[in-house]
Protein backbone atom coordinates (compact mmCIF):
# COMPACT_ATOMS: atom_id res chain seq x y z
CA UNK A 1 0.00 0.00 0.00
CA UNK A 2 0.57 3.73 0.09
CA UNK A 3 2.50 5.29 2.95
CA UNK A 4 3.67 8.52 4.08
CA UNK A 5 7.06 8.06 6.18
CA UNK A 6 8.82 11.08 8.21
CA UNK A 7 12.76 11.45 7.71
CA UNK A 8 13.42 11.95 11.27
CA UNK A 9 11.60 10.29 13.86
CA UNK A 10 12.60 12.96 17.07
CA UNK A 11 13.83 16.98 16.90
CA UNK A 12 15.05 18.90 19.77
CA UNK A 13 15.18 22.36 19.47
CA UNK A 14 15.75 25.35 21.73
CA UNK A 15 12.83 27.43 22.34
CA UNK A 16 12.82 30.40 20.66
CA UNK A 17 14.43 28.73 17.43
CA UNK A 18 12.29 27.45 14.23
CA UNK A 19 11.53 24.02 13.89
CA UNK A 20 11.53 22.38 10.38
CA UNK A 21 9.87 18.91 10.06
CA UNK A 22 9.73 16.97 7.24
CA UNK A 23 7.46 14.42 5.54
CA UNK A 24 8.06 12.39 2.65
CA UNK A 25 4.46 10.98 0.49
CA UNK A 26 4.16 8.39 -1.70
CA UNK A 27 1.15 8.49 -3.83
CA UNK A 28 1.44 11.03 -6.42
CA UNK A 29 -2.41 11.11 -6.50
CA UNK A 30 -2.78 12.37 -3.14
CA UNK A 31 -4.22 16.05 -3.60
CA UNK A 32 -4.78 16.88 0.43
CA UNK A 33 -2.43 17.14 2.42
CA UNK A 34 -2.85 18.16 6.60
CA UNK A 35 -0.36 18.37 9.66
CA UNK A 36 -1.73 17.38 12.84
CA UNK A 37 -0.14 17.70 16.36
CA UNK A 38 -0.22 14.95 19.43
CA UNK A 39 0.06 15.38 22.87
CA UNK A 40 0.39 12.24 25.07
CA UNK A 41 -2.68 10.50 25.35
CA UNK A 42 -4.87 13.09 23.13
CA UNK A 43 -6.53 12.37 19.81
CA UNK A 44 -4.32 14.74 17.15
CA UNK A 45 -5.56 17.97 16.54
CA UNK A 46 -5.46 19.67 13.24
CA UNK A 47 -2.76 22.22 12.19
CA UNK A 48 -2.37 23.49 9.31
CA UNK A 49 -3.59 21.97 5.80
CA UNK A 50 -2.68 22.33 1.98
CA UNK A 51 -4.12 21.26 -1.16
CA UNK A 52 -2.11 20.15 -4.11
CA UNK A 53 -3.20 23.17 -5.76
CA UNK A 54 -0.92 24.78 -3.72
CA UNK A 55 2.87 24.82 -2.80
CA UNK A 56 2.98 26.98 0.41
CA UNK A 57 0.31 28.19 3.07
CA UNK A 58 0.98 29.69 5.93
CA UNK A 59 -0.99 30.15 9.29
CA UNK A 60 -0.58 31.24 13.15
CA UNK A 61 3.44 30.37 13.27
CA UNK A 62 3.34 27.33 11.26
CA UNK A 63 3.81 27.33 7.32
CA UNK A 64 3.63 24.19 5.15
CA UNK A 65 5.49 23.62 1.99
CA UNK A 66 4.53 21.39 -0.49
CA UNK A 67 6.77 20.08 -3.20
CA UNK A 68 5.30 17.36 -5.46
CA UNK A 69 7.79 17.39 -8.10
CA UNK A 70 9.98 14.83 -5.18
CA UNK A 71 6.84 14.63 -2.99
CA UNK A 72 7.47 15.87 0.46
CA UNK A 73 5.86 17.83 2.50
CA UNK A 74 7.47 20.36 5.75
CA UNK A 75 6.28 21.59 8.50
CA UNK A 76 7.82 25.20 9.89
CA UNK A 77 7.34 26.13 13.26
CA UNK A 78 7.88 29.60 14.18
CA UNK A 79 9.66 30.56 17.41
CA UNK A 80 9.06 27.16 19.03
CA UNK A 81 7.63 27.29 22.33
CA UNK A 82 7.73 24.75 24.97
CA UNK A 83 4.07 24.07 24.43
CA UNK A 84 4.74 23.09 20.58
CA UNK A 85 6.11 19.61 22.25
CA UNK A 86 4.75 17.16 21.00
CA UNK A 87 4.27 14.47 17.93
CA UNK A 88 3.77 15.85 14.63
CA UNK A 89 1.82 13.85 12.00
CA UNK A 90 1.31 14.26 7.81
CA UNK A 91 -1.18 12.82 6.02
CA UNK A 92 -2.31 12.65 2.79
CA UNK A 93 -5.40 12.20 1.22
CA UNK A 94 -6.94 11.15 -2.07
CA UNK A 95 -10.16 12.94 -2.71
CA UNK A 96 -11.62 10.16 -4.38
CA UNK A 97 -11.08 7.74 -1.84
CA UNK A 98 -14.02 8.57 0.51
CA UNK A 99 -11.66 11.05 2.33
CA UNK A 100 -9.39 8.30 4.43
CA UNK A 101 -6.37 9.52 5.30
CA UNK A 102 -2.96 8.14 5.57
CA UNK A 103 -0.60 8.73 8.16
CA UNK A 104 3.23 8.84 8.75
CA UNK A 105 4.69 7.45 11.63
CA UNK A 106 4.95 10.67 13.42
CA UNK A 107 8.04 12.95 14.54
CA UNK A 108 8.65 14.01 17.92
CA UNK A 109 9.63 17.59 18.90
CA UNK A 110 10.87 18.58 22.21
CA UNK A 111 11.36 22.36 22.98
CA UNK A 112 14.17 22.93 25.20
CA UNK A 113 13.93 26.09 27.48
CA UNK B 1 -18.17 23.30 16.04
CA UNK B 2 -17.93 19.67 14.79
CA UNK B 3 -16.96 17.63 18.00
CA UNK B 4 -16.63 13.57 18.70
CA UNK B 5 -17.19 12.11 22.30
CA UNK B 6 -15.62 8.77 22.78
CA UNK B 7 -15.34 7.05 26.04
CA UNK B 8 -14.22 5.20 27.77
CA UNK B 9 -10.86 7.12 28.06
CA UNK B 10 -8.94 4.18 29.42
CA UNK B 11 -10.12 -0.02 29.32
CA UNK B 12 -8.38 -2.85 30.26
CA UNK B 13 -9.63 -6.08 29.45
CA UNK B 14 -9.11 -9.80 30.10
CA UNK B 15 -8.35 -11.83 26.87
CA UNK B 16 -11.30 -13.04 25.19
CA UNK B 17 -13.56 -10.45 26.59
CA UNK B 18 -16.03 -8.60 24.32
CA UNK B 19 -15.31 -5.23 23.19
CA UNK B 20 -17.58 -1.73 22.48
CA UNK B 21 -16.08 1.12 22.04
CA UNK B 22 -18.57 3.99 21.34
CA UNK B 23 -18.29 7.49 19.68
CA UNK B 24 -21.28 9.92 18.73
CA UNK B 25 -20.87 13.16 16.66
CA UNK B 26 -22.19 16.54 17.21
CA UNK B 27 -22.37 19.94 15.42
CA UNK B 28 -22.94 18.17 12.29
CA UNK B 29 -24.71 15.32 9.81
CA UNK B 30 -24.33 12.86 7.69
CA UNK B 31 -20.19 13.03 8.32
CA UNK B 32 -18.00 10.19 7.19
CA UNK B 33 -16.41 8.46 10.25
CA UNK B 34 -13.58 6.46 10.70
CA UNK B 35 -11.75 4.23 13.70
CA UNK B 36 -8.13 3.95 13.88
CA UNK B 37 -5.98 2.40 16.11
CA UNK B 38 -2.71 3.58 17.21
CA UNK B 39 0.23 1.50 18.59
CA UNK B 40 2.80 2.87 21.11
CA UNK B 41 4.91 5.84 18.99
CA UNK B 42 3.38 4.81 15.34
CA UNK B 43 0.89 6.62 13.27
CA UNK B 44 -2.55 6.04 12.75
CA UNK B 45 -4.14 3.03 11.25
CA UNK B 46 -6.95 3.26 9.56
CA UNK B 47 -9.34 0.15 10.34
CA UNK B 48 -13.11 1.32 9.85
CA UNK B 49 -14.46 4.08 7.67
CA UNK B 50 -18.23 5.02 7.07
CA UNK B 51 -20.32 7.31 4.75
CA UNK B 52 -23.78 6.88 6.23
CA UNK B 53 -26.09 4.52 8.51
CA UNK B 54 -25.21 0.60 7.91
CA UNK B 55 -22.42 1.34 5.56
CA UNK B 56 -19.38 0.24 6.45
CA UNK B 57 -15.96 -0.58 5.13
CA UNK B 58 -13.06 -2.44 6.37
CA UNK B 59 -9.33 -1.83 5.77
CA UNK B 60 -7.80 -4.43 7.52
CA UNK B 61 -8.67 -8.02 8.43
CA UNK B 62 -9.13 -8.05 11.49
CA UNK B 63 -10.71 -9.39 15.04
CA UNK B 64 -12.89 -6.39 15.27
CA UNK B 65 -16.23 -5.54 13.48
CA UNK B 66 -17.96 -1.58 13.16
CA UNK B 67 -21.29 -0.56 12.98
CA UNK B 68 -23.11 2.60 12.30
CA UNK B 69 -26.55 2.64 13.89
CA UNK B 70 -27.02 6.03 13.40
CA UNK B 71 -25.87 9.07 11.88
CA UNK B 72 -23.92 10.37 14.50
CA UNK B 73 -23.33 7.30 16.20
CA UNK B 74 -20.32 4.73 15.45
CA UNK B 75 -19.33 1.57 17.30
CA UNK B 76 -16.32 -0.25 17.80
CA UNK B 77 -17.03 -4.08 18.43
CA UNK B 78 -14.82 -7.35 19.20
CA UNK B 79 -16.51 -10.80 20.25
CA UNK B 80 -13.47 -12.02 21.74
CA UNK B 81 -10.24 -9.69 22.58
CA UNK B 82 -7.04 -10.47 21.78
CA UNK B 83 -3.73 -9.42 23.19
CA UNK B 84 -2.61 -7.89 19.98
CA UNK B 85 -5.78 -5.61 20.08
CA UNK B 86 -4.30 -3.32 22.46
CA UNK B 87 -3.66 0.11 21.01
CA UNK B 88 -4.84 3.02 21.56
CA UNK B 89 -7.89 3.91 19.32
CA UNK B 90 -9.18 6.97 18.00
CA UNK B 91 -12.25 7.85 16.27
CA UNK B 92 -12.63 10.39 13.71
CA UNK B 93 -14.99 12.43 11.32
CA UNK B 94 -14.95 14.27 8.40
CA UNK B 95 -17.41 16.37 6.89
CA UNK B 96 -18.02 17.70 3.11
CA UNK B 97 -18.82 21.27 2.80
CA UNK B 98 -18.11 22.33 -0.52
CA UNK B 99 -14.96 21.19 -0.64
CA UNK B 100 -13.24 18.18 -1.82
CA UNK B 101 -11.94 17.24 1.28
CA UNK B 102 -12.03 18.29 4.84
CA UNK B 103 -9.95 17.81 7.91
CA UNK B 104 -10.46 15.49 10.24
CA UNK B 105 -11.47 16.11 13.79
CA UNK B 106 -10.88 13.49 16.16
CA UNK B 107 -12.18 12.24 19.73
CA UNK B 108 -9.91 11.95 22.35
CA UNK B 109 -9.25 8.72 22.05
CA UNK B 110 -9.67 4.91 24.57
CA UNK B 111 -6.33 3.58 25.52
CA UNK B 112 -7.25 -0.62 25.36
CA UNK B 113 -5.12 -2.52 27.16
CA UNK B 114 -5.73 -6.22 26.73
CA UNK B 115 -4.22 -8.53 29.40
Not at chain 2, 10 to 25: R, Y
Not at chain 2, 85 to 91: E, V
Amino acid sequence: GENVGLHLPTLSVQEGDNSIINCAYSNSASDYFIWYKQESGKGPQFIIDIRSNMDKRQGQRVTVLLNKTVKHLSLQIAATQPGDSAVYFCAETLSTNAGKSTFGDGTTLTVKP
Amino acid sequence: SQTIHQWPATLVQPVGSPLSLECTVEGTSNPNLYWYRQAAGRGLQLLFYSVGIGQISSEVPQNLSASRPQDRQFILSSKKLLLSDSGFYLCAGRIFAGQPNEKLFFGSGTQLSVL
